[in-house]
Nanobody, 119 residues
């Protein structure tokens, strides 16, 4: 069983930065694909970014490309989401997720952390 715990959310003004962290317990973190998702009020949850396991390849949705950076520290079982140039539309609950396969669903989820960007 994998448990994920996010931290680092908060309130920031537009143009500011936050770094989210997600620490995993359990085995085989280094080979897991780690993803970040978000859900804004009244909207469906959407994929934001992911980083693959051992080859460490990132991927982003267009709306965050160039502003967000996903990275991982396998020694700490932690994945990060550095968010710069934040916009009010980035306001959402951000979730960390993990899967053991290169593609497909994410079976493991964190509890979420709130990010609020004021204009």
């Amino acid at each position: 069983q994998v448990q994920l715990v996010e931290s680092g959310g908060g309130l920031v003004q537009a143009g500011g930065s936050l770094r989210l962290s997600c620490t995993a317990s359990g085995r085989a973190f280094g080979s897991a694909t780690m993803g970040w998702f978000r859900q804004a009020p009244g909207k469906e949850r959407e994929f934001v970014a992911r980083v693959t396991g051992r080859d460490n390849i990132p991927f982003y949705i267009d709306s965050v490309e160039g502003r967000f950076t996903i990275s991982r520290d396998n020694a700490k079982n932690t994945v990060y989401l550095q968010m710069n140039s934040l916009k009010p539309e980035d306001t959402a609950v951000y979730y960390c997720a993990a899967r053991s396969t290169p593609s497909g669903d994410y079976p493991y989820w964190g509890q979420g952390t709130q990010v609020t960007v004021s204009s």
